[in-house]
């Protein structure tokens, strides 16, 4: 068994996706199909359950998990703990309004423990912001709602969440349930026309009724708000489900929910960041484990 094998495999696991975890380890599909097979012959176990949807992982794929997490930790903590150039004295890097509130807190725990002589700052951004944080050099890399299209940039696959549509848990649609013509008529408090949930939620609400214009009550830019106002009643809205709470209640209609990713977005070039970012992707992966468990 080679550390190029337990690498290839955790990053199949983070993502589920044989074609999201070639573009992130810069391997072809092939490549990286052999070595996990060649992994599983090792093993002589099954890894992994091969479907349209996804790499699925088995029982034994989520037990070799929690071990390759832990040597590759242990690998990159020897990296850094010999590695003879400088340490980085500050890493800065910017995220939209949803991480920021409920992912980068316990990242940031994390990484101030692993890198304790690198200072971190993070700078809360729409896209657009985060595309000219990035070209202007002002953040070495971004936590980004959509992959970077720029051929600069490389994009590794983060988390997953789902954008969908929520109301107060003491509303009458939580109790009876809901449906298109009954959200239709209601008032909406939704993210202000800059954000991504806000681009996400228009095209949510175009697809359901063509030259439909919903009854917005208001319009807010912090994740905090948009979720008090909510929880208060005082209408119908889309949040993502990292900013659920117990006084919300999903409103279960597939049709006006969307999954989207989000990803590690950095210049090529930029290799200095590699062991912070290895780092975080690998707390990624425990989140994801930590909702497996919610």
């Not at 070595?35 to 790499?55: D, N, V, Y």
């Not at 920021?100 to 951004?125: C, D, G, Q, W, Y």
Request: aromatic share 6%.
């Amino acid at each position: 068994m080679e550390l190029r094998q337990l690498r290839y495999f955790t990053e199949v696991y983070r993502t589920g996706s044989i074609s999201l975890a070639a573009e992130n380890l810069s391997v072809t599909q092939p490549a990286l199909s052999q070595q996990i097979a060649l992994l599983e012959r090792e093993l002589k176990t099954t890894l992994f359950e091969r479907s349209k949807r996804g790499m699925k992982p088995t029982s034994a794929g989520d037990a070799l998990a929690e071990k390759a997490a832990a040597v590759l930790a242990s690998i990159a903590e020897l990296e850094t703990s010999v590695r003879a150039d400088e340490p980085l004295r500050q890493v800065a890097f910017a995220v939209g309004e949803t991480l920021a509130a409920h992912f980068v807190p316990a990242l940031l725990v994390k990484l101030r423990t692993r890198f304790a002589s690198t200072r971190f700052k993070v700078i809360e951004s729409n896209l657009t912001e985060i595309k000219a944080a990035l070209k202007s050099d002002e953040v070495d890399f971004a936590l980004s709602p959509e992959p970077l299209t720029e051929a600069a940039y490389l994009n590794r696959y983060l988390i997953e969440d789902e954008i969908l549509p929520v109301v107060s848990a003491t509303d009458a649609l939580a109790l009876k349930g809901a449906d298109w013509q009954k959200l239709k008529a209601r008032e909406w408090i939704l993210f202000h026309p800059g954000s991504a949930i806000r681009k996400i939620s228009d095209a949510i609400l175009k697809e359901a009724e063509k030259h439909f214009e919903p009854k917005v009550a208001m319009e807010l830019r912090s994740v905090a708000g948009v979720v008090r106002c909510l929880e208060a009643g005082l209408g119908v809205g889309f949040i993502s489900n990292l900013s659920l709470t117990d006084k919300l209640i999903p409103l279960g209609v597939a049709e006006l929910s969307r999954r989207r990713q989000f990803y590690l977005a950095h210049k090529k070039k930029n290799d200095k960041i590699r062991p912070v970012a290895d780092a975080i992707l690998q707390f990624a992966l425990g989140h994801k484990e930590d909702g497996k468990a919610r």
